[in-house]
């Protein structure tokens, strides 16, 4: 157990104010993508469709997203957790398929979900075909 100086940040904010960063992916092969920041997030009664949504919104709605507002984003999948080990791929975890957040209904903290931790959000058809053949371009 860590003590009061070395509280980790995944632990050192409550469930229910979880501040998340979803990594919006436009293109694999690219590797564009760009942070959406959520703050306040509960992660005890936040739905995993209920944060697509969020995030769509934002997309749709704030200055500076105009480029992936044409993208469509359908899939969520953990990409990252505090303190947790990093993929090699700077745009997405390749493996894990397990790692997708592939039922809307659930909440985020069934999965494991809490603060500053990293999600990817893209379209999925995109993603498979990127899996078969992943290389990228400049």
């Known amino acids: 157990m860590a003590t009061e100086q070395e509280v980790l940040t995944n632990e050192a904010v409550p469930r ?8 919006i992916v436009k293109s694999f092969e690219f590797r564009t993508e760009k942070h959406l920041i959520l703050h306040n997030v509960n992660c005890e009664t936040t739905t995993v469709g209920q944060l697509k949504d969020l995030a769509r919104q934002a997309v749709q709605t704030q200055p500076g997203w105009k480029p992936y507002r044409n993208v469509v984003l359908d899939t969520l999948k953990l990409y990252t957790k505090a303190h947790g080990a990093k993929t090699t791929n700077l745009i997405i975890n390749l493996d894990h398929d397990d790692w997708i957040l592939d039922d809307e209904s659930k909440v985020l903290a069934d999965y494991g979900i809490e603060n500053e931790t990293e999600i990817s959000f893209f379209n999925r058809e995109t993603y498979e075909e990127f899996k078969k053949n992943p290389e990228t371009r400049w």
């Open 16 to 23: 229910t104010r979880a501040t998340l960063t979803i990594r």
